[in-house]
């Protein structure tokens, strides 16, 4: 009897022995934070000892953005004025981590929307080229190289477009300008901006860092006229579409278009287009690029060359010649067709950096 009961109590009290709970990671240590503050943007540069990767932690109103990095950096532009809290976090594994909270004072930018935090760069320099014009979009104006397209046009611009284009409908701030597309209730707005008798260029390189709109009936454009639109009009002045983009289901957010224009007989155009995976060119910013010389136009999307035209034919005239920069975001239109109940508004293209090397 009384070994049973001895083997009983054994087995009971084996079975209530507590298991041992792992072991955690070891801790990161000596976080720091470096605070930049410009224009609406705050930069977090952190570092710490026996940190795997980093988290930094942006709230705004009701939205919370989390930025991973491994080397510490993180950027978030905030579009209304006011103090906010910033968490910054080493990591050794997403459950062990030190942190550190930053209370930060920022004047926004007045953005209407939030422009990306990453994508696709090119250098500032290329064999065999000189930058001989650039716009970073510094400071908070534009400069004195641009000028503005006004009103609705002829037959929407042509296109059966349906914005009233203002010289309101951008913002330049924190690096970047914004040019945005609004729906003013019995209409739309927008801002189309360009270089027509300021700046033109006949040949180069040209690089144009930008993150696109988005929806149906959207359309944003990067692109060019010849110096003769004024004396010969269009197509004969010639037009260089360094990126179109018509917003809506499917691929259309995904997909960049680069086409030429010009008169032959007629209006003759010829062009290609290009698609990113796994997301919509409003995701991320992106490099659109020509490499335009005597001989010939290539198209590139973050230096992937997906179109070219040879001009060395004798109706190809129009592209030995000086050409303007035209920006804009137009709302509805022949090509992308109008707005629809998924639209939603306001919608921006930003552009960090346009730069012509020859």
Same mark, same amino acid.
């Given at each position: ?13 084996? $079975? ?8 955690? =990671? ?16 705050? +930069?977090?540069? %952190? ?7 980093? &988290?930094?932690?942006?709230? /705004? ?12 950096? %993180? ?64 400071? &908070? ?19 059966? +477009?349906?914005?009233?284009? &203002? ?36 040949? $180069? ?5 930008? =993150?696109?709109?988005? $929806?149906?009936?959207?359309?944003? %454009? ?18 260089? @579409? ?6 809506? =289901?499917? %691929?259309?957010?995904?997909?960049? #278009?680069?086409?030429? #224009? ?21 995701? /991320?910013? #992106? ?14 999307? @973050? @230096? ?13 005239? +129009? ?40």
């Amino acid at each position: 009897m009384i070994l049973i009961f001895f083997a009983l109590s054994a087995l009971i009290g084996s $079975g209530c022995e507590k298991e041992e709970e792992p072991a955690s =990671a070891a801790l990161p240590t000596n976080l720091s934070t470096v605070v930049s503050i410009n224009d609406g943007v705050v +930069e977090i540069q %952190a570092s710490a000892e026996n940190v795997n990767f980093y &988290t930094v932690t942006y709230s /705004e109103a009701a939205n919370t953005t989390v930025v991973e990095s491994t080397d510490g950096f %993180a950027s978030y532009m905030y579009t209304e004025s006011g103090t906010y809290t910033v968490i910054t976090r080493a990591h050794t594994t997403y459950s062990d981590y030190i942190e550190k909270i930053d209370v930060v004072d920022v004047a926004a930018s007045g953005f209407v929307n939030v422009p990306p935090s990453s994508g696709y760069e090119t250098p500032i320099s290329y064999p065999g080229y000189s930058l001989v014009w650039s716009d970073e979009f510094d400071g &908070t104006a534009l400069t004195s190289d641009w000028t503005f397209d006004i009103g609705t046009g002829s037959w929407g611009w042509g296109n059966n +477009e349906l914005q009233n284009y &203002t010289n309101q409908n951008y913002n330049v701030g924190g690096g970047y300008l914004e040019i945005f597309a609004k729906n003013e209730g019995s209409n739309y707005s927008s801002t189309r901006m360009k270089t027509q008798g300021l700046k033109s260029w006949q040949y $180069g390189r040209i690089d144009i860092r930008a =993150a696109m709109p988005y $929806g149906q009936g959207i359309w944003p %454009a990067l692109w060019m006229l010849g110096d003769s639109f004024q004396s010969v009009g269009w197509p004969a002045c010639g037009e260089i @579409d360094i990126l179109e983009m018509i917003g809506g =289901a499917g %691929a259309n957010d995904a997909t960049a #278009h680069g086409t030429a #224009h010009w008169e032959s007989n007629g209006h003759a155009s010829y062009g290609n287009s290009t698609t990113v995976s796994g997301g919509k060119l409003a995701d /991320e910013f #992106h490099v659109y690029s020509i490499i335009w010389d005597q001989n010939s136009i290539k198209w590139l999307l @973050d @230096d992937v060359q997906y179109n070219e035209l040879s001009i060395t034919a004798g109706d190809l005239t +129009e592209f030995h010649q000086n050409f303007f920069f035209i920006f804009n975001v137009a709302v509805g239109g022949n090509w992308p067709g109008n707005p629809n109940a998924s639209t939603t508004f306001p919608q921006s293209m930003f552009v960090d950096y346009v730069r012509v090397f020859q």
